[in-house]
């Protein structure tokens, strides 16, 4: 996992293996993020225009039209780490910005959208409408993002579940869109509102919501930690009532750990409706 898109070209593929398929006809990465060890895609889209939409954790949306690749390889220190079998580690981050001149003078660059959040869990992204007019992608506050594809406007901002949304796909003929996060159901939403909605004004204010403390615990060490904060908090009088929920609560994250356990063991080694509408 690394910055960079891929493009492979499936017309390539032959029979008896003698064809170069396994090898990407071009990359695609902003170039602010070319050299960035920490960058990661988590969504990927690709439109009957031969347009890519690319969705990074703990940074933005960018769409690449097919004459902003980086060429294959992108640049002669680089060798794929899935196709060449190299380390992307082993590339020099200021070879990599001098050797491209994309972006540097504004003209090339990727249309970025913004205003989501997507650092908790992994966020698709999507093309959105009959010509693939808008992008949409969910976020860490539990809201769906709708943007123009031209010009990276944001139209649209909805409440959509009390925590995160990490897929959002649209129906291949009619102006419908699916949403589905952590919640345990999947909702769909279709235009309908008589007049245009207004954004909310705390988008940028907007933090991801408390989930559980369940959903905090990610190791045993964790786990000792609370069973450690729960004895004392049975020992205060005024928490007798909540003892019941926390020992439900308590069996069911015991039952979870030894579920892990046991898989990792055999192998080797996670809803408000609204009634609302797009605008």
Not at 93 to 106: F, T
Not at 121 to 134: A, H, I, L
Not at 156 to 172: G, L, S, Y
């Amino acid at each position: 996992m690394d910055e960079f898109a891929r493009l492979y070209d499936i017309r390539k593929y032959s029979w008896d293996g003698s064809s170069d398929f396994g090898q990407p006809a071009d990359y695609f990465c902003p170039q602010h993020l070319i050299g960035n060890g920490d960058a990661g895609i988590t969504g990927l889209s690709f439109s009957d225009q031969s347009e890519l939409l690319v969705s990074y954790n703990n940074e933005l949306i960018y769409l690449f039209t097919r004459d902003m690749g980086l060429g294959n390889p992108p640049f002669p220190s680089f060798s794929s780490p899935i196709s060449m079998g190299s380390d992307t580690s082993e590339v020099e981050p200021g070879s990599i910005a001098s050797s491209s001149s994309m972006d540097v003078d504004g003209k090339n660059a990727a249309q970025a959208y913004k205003g989501h959040r997507n650092c908790e869990t992994v966020k698709g992204v999507s093309f959105f409408g009959p010509r693939c007019e808008y992008v949409s992608s969910g976020s860490d506050c539990g809201r769906i993002f709708i943007w123009k594809k031209r010009g990276g406007e944001l139209i649209r901002v909805m409440e959509a579940d009390r925590d995160v949304v990490n897929c959002t796909e649209p129906h291949p003929h009619t102006m419908a869109l699916a949403s589905s996060g952590i919640e345990s159901d999947i909702k769909i939403w279709t235009p309908k509102a008589i007049e245009r909605a207004t954004l909310p004004t705390n988008i940028g204010q907007v933090k991801p919501k408390a989930r559980g403390w369940m959903y905090r615990l990610a190791s045993p060490e964790d786990l000792m930690l609370q069973l450690f904060s729960l004895q004392r908090q049975r020992t205060s009088p005024e928490s007798v009532v909540q003892n019941s929920v926390m020992d439900s609560e308590l069996l069911e994250l015991i039952l979870s750990f030894n579920a892990n356990s046991d898989v990792s063991s055999d192998d080797g080694g996670d809803a408000a409706n609204h009634d609302d509408s797009l605008g």
